[in-house]
């Protein structure tokens, strides 16, 4: 690779780690810009996908630090929280591993295009659903059972975030509004903890059992760690709503073109 076309590589992924950066942290859709940003830049799909969750750790970095009002007084529940996460994404990134790359390409449109779904209806349905949920947690059995699904929950979507984690913030941001009563942005603080906790792990094995393209990591990683730490600046004043609606649409479009790259 020539100095110009490097130049132009890490400026085009510096830009994308700020847009990743900002999904990640308001509705945990990083990987809809930064893991195509890495295909385009001409990565396999399995090294992009490792790469990818090794520069989304600064994500983690930016939007924890940025989040540290939201998290006070919540740090005890979330480490339970982020150990359930760890022991998912411990089995997942394992998976990633030993499954064929074909196989890899082939799943990821249908991971996608959940998200996209799940995020749509999550949006529309939040305020209807508040009352219920209320009412589910003002009876002990119900909570019981709702505690054990959303915990047995969190360690699924860690096992997702390991293997591929596009949008495995959105199915934290599901769950934990669920299992707790806070508010949006303390729920969104804790999802961009659990899942910088997911990707370090996930990394670090990575690190000893796959190739990591570090030299891409540093420019997207930097964007990264900006776009991170600006998120959660957002959700304190943004509508949710309309972020929600818009990241749902881009998610359904880029399901649709993963979806013709891989079969046709």
């Known amino acids: 690779m020539c100095a110009s076309t490097l ?5 085009f992924l510096i830009i994308a780690g700020f847009a990743a950066g900002l999904l990640a ?3 945990g ?5 930064s893991y195509p940003a890495l295909l385009a830049v001409g990565l396999p799909p399995v090294i992009a996908n490792v790469t990818n969750t090794t520069a989304l750790i600064f994500s983690g970095i930016g939007a924890t630090a940025s989040s540290l009002k939201e998290l006070r007084g919540h740090w005890k529940k979330l480490s339970i929280f982020i150990v359930l996460s760890l022991i998912g994404s411990i089995g997942g990134s394992i998976l990633l591993l030993v499954a064929p790359a074909s196989s890899f390409e082939k799943v990821v449109p ?6 996209g779904i799940l995020l749509f209806l999550s949006g529309r349905k939040k305020d209807v659903s508040t009352s219920k949920l209320k009412e589910a947690h003002s009876s002990p059995k119900k909570k019981w059972w709702v505690s054990l699904i959303s915990l047995i929950g969190i360690i699924l979507v860690g096992a997702y975030t390991g293997y591929f984690g ?3 913030g959105v199915n934290f941001t599901a769950i934990l509004s669920v299992i707790t009563d806070d508010r949006f942005a303390v729920v969104n603080a804790m999802k961009n903890v659990i899942a910088f906790a997911g990707n370090l792990i996930a990394t670090i094995i990575f690190i000893f059992k796959s190739h990591i393209d570090w030299l891409l990591v ?10 991170g730490y600006t998120g959660p600046i957002i ?3 943004a509508n949710i709503h309309l972020l929600r609606a818009l990241i749902s649409i881009a998610a359904f479009g880029l399901a649709a073109y993963l979806f013709v790259t891989a079969y046709f």
């Not at 130049?7 to 400026?11: A, Q």
């Not at 859709?29 to 810009?33: C, G, N, Q, R």
């Not at 249908?110 to 998200?115: E, H, R, V």
């Open 7 to 11: 130049i132009l590589t890490f400026i």
């Open 25 to 27: 942290s308001v509705a």
């Open 29 to 33: 859709l990083a990987s809809l810009v």
């Open 110 to 115: 249908f991971f996608i295009l959940f998200a």
């Open 166 to 168: 596009a949008a495995g």
């Open 218 to 227: 540093i420019p997207l990683g930097f964007g990264l760690l900006i776009g």
């Open 235 to 237: 959700v304190r004043h």
